[in-house]
């Protein structure tokens, strides 16, 4: 999974548990800082990737990302637990938020991914 991806789900998966506006997050993993836009409303996504200058957006669970042209599926399962699919890496992945830090685990090399909003 693409490391924009992931933290474009991680800010979309945070804005939809806390109800927050996410204006940039932090990827503590890598010591990143990540310039994405995510709102929630309802299960309407709209998010913007600032770095890549690309919308991601779409209805829970089916987000469109269109710096890749691709799918991710983000499905709530409740108590801040989220299942996705990435179809462009052909990757699932899971999100725990927690307050406003989620940790996001997928096959990838990397293991788990701890991302942050900054107080």
Do not use: W
């Given at each position: 999974?693409?490391?924009?991806v992931r ?7 945070i804005?939809?548990?806390t ?7 932090v ?5 990143t800082?990540?310039c994405?836009?995510?709102?929630v ?5 709209n998010?913007?990737d600032f770095?890549?200058?690309?919308h991601?957006n779409g209805?829970?669970?089916h987000i469109?990302h ?6 991710v599926?983000l499905?709530?399962?409740?108590d801040?637990?989220?299942?996705g ?6 990757m699932?992945f ?6 406003c830090e989620a940790?996001?685990r997928?096959g990838?090399d ?5 991302y942050?909003?900054?107080?």
């Open positions: 999974m693409e490391q924009h933290a474009a789900m991680a800010a979309t998966a804005a939809h548990h109800g927050r506006r996410i204006a940039f997050i990827d503590v993993s890598q010591n800082r990540h994405i836009g995510a709102m409303t309802g299960k309407r996504v998010g913007y770095s890549l200058s690309c991601f209805n829970i669970p469109y269109f710096a890749d042209q691709r799918y599926d499905e709530p399962r409740g801040g637990f989220y299942d699919f990435d179809h462009g890496s052909k699932p899971v999100i725990r938020v927690a307050d940790e996001v997928d990838s990397d293991g788990l991914h701890r942050i909003l900054p107080t």
